[in-house]
């Protein structure tokens, strides 16, 4: 996977700036999904190890001074990767490095599991004391952070700058549901904006972040800052679902039995035959699970449809996880699609004057989704099919799209680049 994106973004070095960085990001998130932690953590073993941490870190991993990022209730994945970061140099701190230097990658699950399984929310907010409206401010012309700018620049970005919404990776103020971004919620505002600091000097690197904090001012760091003063405690600190990778081959074997009542209209290899009907084969397994838990809420998940809320009704959430196991192991066949100049611009590109996003941002750049993080493939998919599903975010009939992250979009594309796209992502 890394080397074919290497590659890939090798062979298109001669286009456009922004292709660059569209590519650069998506080698760090794909980077990132697949190093997400090959062992399981345990949370007993991870507590018995962060002795140790809890000199700066606290107990829980809850410290009230901001010289310390509270841990407690922060991605498992995202706990386990920065400690690789410091150990192989990737991040450089000089308290962490030699913290980091002795632990295993069993230690570092362990260490994340811990801490995931904490909670923020007890905690009062952080340096209330450097924001706006308190009256350390004094009477001279300085300064004074404005939380207001921080959550507009937090919920909307700056499309004209290149930087991007935070809101679309990092979650409704702060809690993020995508493992692999980090929550902030209920962070330290200053070390949010020392982390930012650092991202745009570049002495931390990530290439998504160095290029939004890049674009960032100083004035615009505080105002960021300030906003995660007034921003709630991450709410429902979820400790990493044991799903599928492990057992997959197993729960594939069973799904299959399961699957024979979609063969009628999916295929039974779910290469569905019928345009109309979704192919899931090689669709991402998770994702599939997802979609079928959906149906079975209907209006409660914002995704309805008649005849699939009648296939699912009876299934409980171990045969949604087979089913997806089984069709994600699945080849899928090629797509009707033709690749066409507008639809492969807009893939990989977007389009900042019209504030939309990049599709292989989430899509990925082969169009395979991103599996743990449950974004689908729509690579090969049915052209209708795809047109169908914009249409829906379009017009809200769908709306089981966490944030908003496909209805923001749909609504801004045109008939013209919705015909480019769909041929596009099916030739794919
Ligand atoms: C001597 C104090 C100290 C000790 C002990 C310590 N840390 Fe840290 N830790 C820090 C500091 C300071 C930072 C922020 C570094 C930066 O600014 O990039 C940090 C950052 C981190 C981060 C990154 C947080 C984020 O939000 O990105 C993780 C994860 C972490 N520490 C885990 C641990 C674990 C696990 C241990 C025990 C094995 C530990 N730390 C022990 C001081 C310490
Ligand atoms: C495309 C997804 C994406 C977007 C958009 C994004 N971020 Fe990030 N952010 C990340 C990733 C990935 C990391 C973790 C990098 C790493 O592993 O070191 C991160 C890390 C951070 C951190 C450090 C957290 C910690 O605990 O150390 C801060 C602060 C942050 N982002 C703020 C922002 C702000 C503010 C914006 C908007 C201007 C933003 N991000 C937009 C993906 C994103
Ligand atoms: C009678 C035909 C029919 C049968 C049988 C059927 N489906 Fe479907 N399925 C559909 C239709 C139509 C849709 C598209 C619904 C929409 O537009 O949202 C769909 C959509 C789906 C999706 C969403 C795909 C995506 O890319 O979002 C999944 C997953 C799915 N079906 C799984 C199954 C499973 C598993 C079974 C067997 C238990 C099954 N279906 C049986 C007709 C059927
Ligand atoms: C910020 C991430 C993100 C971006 C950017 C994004 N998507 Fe999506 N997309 C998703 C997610 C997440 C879903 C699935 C939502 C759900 O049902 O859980 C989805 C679903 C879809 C679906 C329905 C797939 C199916 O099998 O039913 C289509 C079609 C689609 N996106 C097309 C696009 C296009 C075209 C673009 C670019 C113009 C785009 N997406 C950009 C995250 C994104």
Do not use: W
Request: net charge positive; proline share 3%; hydrophobic share 40%.
């Amino acid at each position: 996977m890394h080397r074919s994106l290497t590659v890939y973004f090798h062979q298109r070095q001669a286009e456009s700036n922004s292709m660059k960085k569209i590519i650069f990001s998506l080698l760090l998130v794909t980077g990132l999904i697949n190093t997400a932690s090959a062992v399981e953590g345990n949370i007993e073993a991870g507590k018995a190890k962060s002795g140790m941490c809890a000199a700066c870190h606290g107990a829980n991993g809850l410290n009230p001074s901001p010289n310390f990022p509270n841990l407690a209730g922060q991605h498992a994945d995202y706990i386990a990767k920065q400690l690789q970061s410091f150990k192989a140099g990737n991040r450089t701190d000089a308290m962490m490095a030699p913290m980091a230097a002795g632990l295993s990658e069993q230690d570092m699950a362990d260490l994340g599991a811990f801490y995931a399984s904490q909670s923020r929310s007890g905690e009062k907010p952080a340096d209330a004391t450097t924001v706006a409206g308190n009256e350390s401010v004094a009477a001279a012309p300085k300064f004074v952070a404005d939380a207001a700018i921080g959550k507009s620049i937090y919920e909307l970005g700056d499309a004209s700058r290149s930087i991007a919404a935070c809101i679309s990776c990092h979650g409704k103020e702060g809690r993020s549901d995508v493992l692999v971004y980090p929550n902030l919620a209920k962070q330290h505002s200053a070390y949010i904006e020392k982390q930012l600091q650092n991202f745009k000097a570049g002495t931390r690197k990530d290439p998504a972040m160095n290029q939004f904090a890049a674009a960032l001012s100083n004035e615009e760091i505080q105002h960021i800052g300030a906003y995660f003063v007034d921003t709630k405690a991450v709410a429902n600190v979820k400790v990493r679902q044991p799903v599928v990778s492990a057992a997959l081959t197993e729960h594939a074997v069973a799904g299959k039995v399961k699957a024979a009542a979609c063969g009628a209209c999916h295929g039974s290899d779910g290469n569905a035959l019928v345009a109309m009907y979704p192919k899931l084969a090689g669709q991402n397994a998770i994702y599939i699970a997802k979609q079928l838990a959906d149906f079975k809420a209907g209006d409660a998940s914002g995704r309805n449809d008649p005849v699939m809320a009648g296939m699912v009704a009876a299934l409980s959430e171990q045969d949604m996880l087979e089913l997806g196991s089984y069709f994600a192991s699945q080849k899928s066949s090629a797509g009707n699609g033709k690749a066409n100049d507008l639809g492969k611009q807009l893939y990989f590109g977007g389009d900042a004057a019209r504030g939309i996003t990049a599709c292989a941002a989430c899509h990925g750049v082969m169009g395979k989704g991103m599996a743990k993080a449950g974004f689908p493939s729509v690579a090969g998919q049915h052209t209708d099919y795809l047109v169908s599903q914009l249409a829906k975010f379009k017009q809200k009939s769908r709306s089981n799209d966490k944030n908003k992250m496909m209805r923001s979009i749909a609504k801004k594309l045109k008939k013209a680049d919705v015909d480019a796209l769909t041929q596009f992502m099916s030739s794919l």
